[in-house]
């Protein structure tokens, strides 16, 4: 049913209901300002999430009792209140969460989507975000949707018809941007050491950053590169105009590009809007392992907060503070070191707080989540550059860690070796 204002359209959440909230560049930010004052009239209200955009409005110490946030990935909108006590983070594979949903074992009342305009069948697009709402869409007892004609339209997963919907309302808005990160001389020394392990008709799954876009960046003379995965953002674009990004040689969907999500810039939504050539998939689907190993040469890039000598990477907590979530990482990092001709790479810079604390450290600080496993680690790049930890001792490891470890921490690692490991360099 339609409806005029977004509150009309949420009056049919009631109390105790566990919502879902569509994410990243799809986040339905203008039903959730209303959600914010609604929800003063419900209790016990949860809204699970992935990482959402506009979305501070939730955090207002109002709402305590009346909803609480429980996010599988955090970002810089959950952040404050997840460390603060007043949600919750749940770890999980990102290929995982779909599953969740399907199987009962994560309930959804209400599913909350950003869709496009409804085509001449009545069939409206998830958009730029599949991820697990496709899933929470196959489960929820009610869809509320806002319908936004600045959406684009995507293929693959994404469709769903108008007739889903048990309340709409339409408004017209801008899409969250997300505009590049800033280049720097480390971003681009980086980029250039992980560009370097890139070979033509590689299949690539990489993130959103200035790591990322320095390494796409240095791939202009490859050829026939694919991708295929979780997301990606403006820095492909220009390998996909100048033809270094064909897609030609993958098994799995041969001449498209695969994902789940993407986030950028306006020309980004622009390029992507009814592109037959994307594939916006259903995210169970593109981090399955057993799917991203189909394609040969696949290599995922990715990045991390903190690598012990032995090869643990934390990637989403500083300590015990959540900083982001597990999401996609492990499930490219094995699905890449099962592919034929596979490669991961986690890619950080040597530093962190304007270089006064090493990134690679001889422990990981208390608390702090491994995300991928010293079992699964394959190379490691900081702006010095590259480790190579695949069929390496701890010994060797962590000699090739501090080489490529800030100069003026080496003699310390070095040191601590010994110390907490007993190793002998």
Same mark, same amino acid.
Request: charged share 20%.
């Given at each position: ?10 009056? /049919? ?61 955090? +970002? ?20 995982? /969460? ?87 001389? /480390? ?11 890139? @070979? ?10 200035? &790591? ?7 791939? +202009? ?35 498209? %590009? ?22 916006? =998939? ?18 995922? &890039? ?52 304007? +270089? ?21 680690? @394959?190379?490691?790049? %900081? ?10 001792? =701890? ?8 080489? /490529? ?16 490991? +007993?190793?002998?360099?």
């Amino acid at each position: 049913m339609r409806v005029n204002t977004a509150e009309q359209a949420l009056d /049919i959440i009631s109390d105790n209901e566990i919502i879902w909230c569509h994410s990243m560049a799809a986040t339905p930010y203008y039903l959730l300002q209303s959600l914010a004052k609604v929800a003063l009239n419900r209790k016990n209200l949860t809204l699970l999430q992935l990482h959402t955009e506009q979305s501070d409005c939730l955090n207002t110490p109002e709402l305590h009792g009346h909803l609480r946030q429980r996010a599988f990935f955090v +970002g810089r909108c959950t952040r404050p209140a997840i460390n603060a006590g007043y949600a919750d983070y749940v770890p999980a594979f990102l290929s995982e /969460i779909p599953k969740m949903f399907r199987s009962g074992e994560q309930p959804i009342d209400v599913a909350l989507i950003q869709v496009s305009q409804p085509d001449k069948h009545g069939w409206c697009s998830l958009g730029v975000s599949v991820e697990a709402t496709r899933a929470a869409l196959q489960v929820a007892k009610k869809v509320i949707a806002w319908v936004n004609p600045k959406m684009p339209r995507t293929h693959g997963d994404a469709m769903v018809p108008l007739s889903r919907f048990d309340r709409y309302v339409e408004f017209s808005a801008e899409l969250s941007p997300h505009l590049p990160a800033a280049q720097n001389t /480390i971003t681009g020394q980086i980029g250039q050491h992980v560009a370097s392990l890139i @070979h033509d008709r590689d299949c690539l799954q990489l993130g959103i950053g200035a &790591i990322p876009d320095a390494a796409l960046a240095c791939l +202009g003379n490859h050829k026939d590169l694919g991708i295929h995965t979780e997301m990606f953002s403006d820095g492909v674009l220009p390998l996909l105009e100048q033809g270094v990004i064909t897609n030609k040689y993958k098994k799995k969907h041969p001449g498209k %590009t695969v994902t789940t999500f993407a986030m950028g810039t306006k020309a980004l939504y622009d390029f992507i809007d009814d592109n037959p050539e994307l594939a916006f =998939l259903d995210v169970e689907y593109t981090n399955d392992t057993a799917v991203i190993r189909q394609n040969p040469q696949t290599v995922s &890039i990715n990045s991390a907060l903190q690598i012990d000598l032995s090869g643990q990477v934390c990637a989403d907590s500083l300590g015990t503070k959540i900083y982001s979530g597990v999401g996609g990482q492990m499930d490219f990092v094995r699905g890449a070191g099962l592919s034929e001709g596979g490669r991961s790479i986690i890619a950080l810079p040597a530093t962190a707080s304007g +270089g006064a604390v090493s990134r690679i450290s001889s422990l990981l600080s208390p608390g702090a989540g491994v995300v991928t496993t010293r079992a699964h680690v @394959h190379y490691i790049v %900081t702006e010095h550059g590259i480790a190579n930890l695949r069929a390496r001792s =701890l010994t060797e490891r962590a000699k090739a860690l501090i080489a /490529i470890a800030a100069p003026q921490f080496r003699e310390q690692l070095a040191r601590a070796a010994w110390d907490d490991w +007993g190793l002998h360099l």
